[in-house]
């Protein structure tokens, strides 16, 4: 299955994060303090148990060794040495019945109740038996109650029990052959009367006893010696059950369901447990692996989830005890719900801590986590609204000195930086608009300027084409003029001779004269014309050059914008690089602007160089038409020199015709004449013929320039 958390959102993932992590938490501070508390409290319960376990063991140790010592004392007691005496004496004295006289006496006769017989100090019988008993039972008696033994025996050596206190169905019998023979007390009995050492105290372990109705019995003996060291008697006691009882029904230490139970090699136990209602004194079992390692030869033991004699769930804790060759353990157990309790409260106190942790945490985490999420909420909507083009919005946490505010910040530059860029997409429209407007004003000053120049060049061209037609009539005339003069010469030469002749060529030459003056003056007035018409050309070429400047100045001011623009392009660049990924689309229009702004400054360069090779191209045209225009200004001046000559012909030629008779006398000077104007002929031959040069060579200038034009408008208009 796919990993969803990665699809989630920050304003969910921190709460699930910071929840998981103070689950974590608190599940883990809540686990290892309840696995350490439950390692305190159990090791507190061992150490408890055991503490008590050994308190117990030496309380009843020393309890047991107060039955010795008790049992050693009243041995060595005259009284009882006195009494064991008295008692063997008025035994032997009743005869072979004494069994049963003394029976029926303080058992059958004796008017207390079973278990209430020891309060008959003496019997009625009037026997020395019952005088004697009546001296020693009280204080025997006195003695038992106040160490709380179940009963008192004195026996003969001949195993008579001859007195006890309590005086059940063994009282008055012969122990070694009697009905009770068998019995733990008999057999105490026959091993005291065969120790050596005065000081062996033989013990039996608590077995069902007949005489006191079955009830659990133990017996220990001892033997007694007169003030000479020969043995007289024995004296047995049988074992305190309640006292015992007493000890190990002690609440002490041991809770609500806590009990110390006295147990035999038998698993059964030797003592009543406090919890029960009836007696459980070998009649309960108490076989646990902790009881069983005590009697395997360990010191204690330890055992858990045992079964108790009341079906509960236990733990058991057992130590083992010995007493006169007689091993017992002492086994505390408790139920493992009362031992557990505290630990159990213990965990319902630390799963209310964690779960009240884990719901502050929550609460706090969930609270943390939408400060944090919700102001980068707020911010990655922003980026959101800033990457759709919206920038009319506010950028929220600027102020915040953590690192949501380092992003608030970040993302109002990348706000700026739209709003810088949306500033220079406008400008760049604008300027784009301005740059069309500029385009189309220069493409109308080409377009004028194109129209003005092709006038003006065609004007220049006509004025050449027309220099060049009235130089030739001009070369035709003057060789016309020439070849009159020639045939005047000739006549002015034959004038002598004929004055009619002479009349007549006077007459043609006065109307060739005329002719002459008519093309001179129309000579005058086409160098005239071409002379204005050259001005208005230079004129026009200064016009073109001046348009030429402009443009130029308006290469210079998209050569300034150009620049403008690449510095604009390259900020552009350097605050797409601060924005890091972000930036990048910036960066890209920022590179493409930039090459923009470089193709056009080289466009600009190129035009700037066609410009600087038109005003160079113009400026030898300014210079081309001023000498077209000084040499039409000279061919004027030899126009009306010609023109100024032919006055003169002209008069003279009058002067001829209203004085022919002069001519002959006036040959000479007229052939002089003639010449004159042979040779002004000749000169106005050679000016028209510079016309005409200067003509072509002007319209050559006027197709070169006119090409020039071509070329700069047509590089204009492709940049």
Known sequence: MRNKIPELKIAQKLP???????????????????????????????????????????????????????LAIMVESPQVQSAIVDFSRAWGALGSNATGHLQD?????????????????????????????????????????????????????????????????????????????????????RETMKAVETSTTPFTDFTPYAPSNGAPASFIARAVHDENGRRIGVVSLQMPIDVINAFMQSAEGLGETGEVLLVGEDRLMRADSRLSETSTLLSKLVDTPAVDAVFAGEPTGRSDYDINHLENEVRTYARGIEFLGVKWALAAQITEEELTADLVALRNILAIITLTLIALITGAGVYFARQIASPISHTTDAMARLAAGETD??????????????????????????????????????????????????????????????????????????????????????????AKSTAIAAASEEASANVQTVAGAAEELASSIQEIRR?????????????????????????????????????????????????????????????????????????????????????????????SAVQASTDEAVGAIREVTTTVGEISEISGAIASSIEQQQEATVEISSNVQEAASSSNEVTSNVSGVSAAAQESAGAATEVQSAAGELAGQAESLKSTVDKFLKDVRAA
């Open 105 to 189: 006496v303080y058992i059958n006769s004796n008017p207390n109740p079973t278990g209430s017989k020891h309060l008959l100090d003496a019997g009625s019988d009037g026997s020395q038996y019952s005088k004697l008993h009546g001296e020693h039972h009280p204080w025997v008696r006195t003695f038992l109650e106040q160490k709380g033994y179940y009963d008192i025996f004195f026996f003969d050596l001949k195993g008579n029990l001859i007195y006890s206190v309590f005086k059940e169905l063994d009282f008055a019998t012969n122990i070694n052959t009697g009905e009770w023979k068998d019995s733990d007390l008999g057999v105490v009995y």
């Open 519 to 611: 093309q001179v003056e129309q000579s005058t007035s086409v160098t005239h014309k071409a002379t204005e018409t050259a001005k208005d050309a230079n004129e026009r070429i200064e016009g073109m050059s001046s348009a030429a400047r402009q443009i130029g100045e308006v290469i210079t001011l998209i050569q300034d914008v150009a620049e403008q623009t690449n510095l604009l392009a390259l900020n552009a660049t350097i605050e797409a690089a601060r924005a890091g990924d972000a930036g990048k689309g910036f960066a890209v229009v920022a590179s493409e602007v930039k090459e923009l702004a470089n193709q056009t400054a080289r466009a600009t360069e190129e035009i700037s160089q066609q410009i």
């Open 393 to 482: 919005m506010e950028i929220e946490n600027t102020t915040r000195t953590d690192e949501i505010g380092e992003m608030a910040r970040a993302v109002e530059v990348f706000k700026q930086n739209a709003l810088d860029r949306i500033a220079l997409e406008a400008a760049q429209a604008e300027e784009q608009k301005t740059k069309e407007v500029r385009t189309a004003e220069i493409e109308k000053l080409i377009t004028d300027f194109d129209g003005s120049m092709a006038q003006m060049l065609g004007a220049v061209s006509a004025a050449a084409t027309e220099m060049e037609h009235t130089a030739s009539a001009m070369t035709s005339t003057s060789e016309t003029t020439n």
């Open 16 to 70: 699930i994060t910071i929840v998981g992590c103070a689950l974590a938490i608190a599940l883990g501070v809540g686990i290892s303090g309840y696995f350490q508390a439950a390692s305190t409290i159990e090791n507190a319960t061992n150490a408890k148990f055991a503490a008590t376990l050994a308190d117990r063991d030496e309380a009843f140790s020393r309890y047991l060794a107060s039955i010795e010592q008790d």
